[in-house]
């Protein structure tokens, strides 16, 4: 890889919703790919936590392209079931990706585990990892985070995933309810993608 600023890459998600994110981080001057441009299904993701499912994706997708890629791997974590769903946060969701379905399990879970937890503080924290690859050789993998609390039902209409129940610290708004350019100050992903910009 050489010692220059990356000016094309691939975004290696099949979640449009990510993709829409990560790319908005990006200087305007980077010629992006999407994995659906060169119709590629995303990899088995069997690593053991954020950095490694992210390292699989990054390495994967630059494989099949030849072209540098970014990749992220995120999810949500929440105290009172064991830091569940975790790595596992869209596989929650179905090979449809019904989030509606997801945040219903995260439910049901907090409720099994603590009757009155509505009335309770529920801690969570969003975590991402982003990794950058170019062929099998790993270029850099950061991870960055937000904590905050559940909702106690899911509230707003933008963001997508898990962003109508989570409330980040400090703040009275679900990350669903937050404007694009509020939620991307403090997410995960932008406190990630800070560690990583002086490659681009």
Not at 45 to 68: A, C, D, Q
Not at 109 to 121: F, G
Not at 172 to 200: N, P
């Amino acid at each position: 890889m050489p010692e220059r600023k990356i000016k094309e890459l691939i975004i290696g998600t099949n979640n449009k919703g990510k993709f829409r994110e990560i790319k908005n981080l990006l200087p305007k001057n980077i010629k992006v790919y999407s994995t659906s441009h060169f119709n590629l299904k995303s990899p088995k993701e069997n690593g053991s936590n954020f950095k490694e499912n992210s390292l699989i994706k990054s390495k994967y997708f630059s494989k099949k392209t030849g072209l540098v890629c970014l990749a992220d791997d995120s999810g949500l974590e929440i105290d009172l079931i064991n830091k569940k769903p975790g790595i596992f946060s869209a596989r929650w969701a179905g090979r449809n990706g019904d989030f509606n379905k997801a945040i219903k399990k995260v439910f049901k879970q907090l409720n099994k585990k603590d009757k009155l937890w509505k009335k309770k503080k529920i801690k969570a924290r969003f975590v991402c990892a982003l990794s950058i690859s170019y062929l099998n050789k790993k270029i850099v993998c950061v991870e960055g985070q937000v904590d905050g609390y559940i909702s106690n039902e899911p509230i707003g209409k933008n963001g997508f995933g898990y962003d109508p129940i989570f409330i980040p610290k400090n703040k009275k708004l679900t990350f669903g309810q937050m404007s694009t350019s509020e939620k991307y100050k403090i997410d995960h992903r932008f406190k990630a993608y800070k560690k990583i910009k002086k490659f681009f």
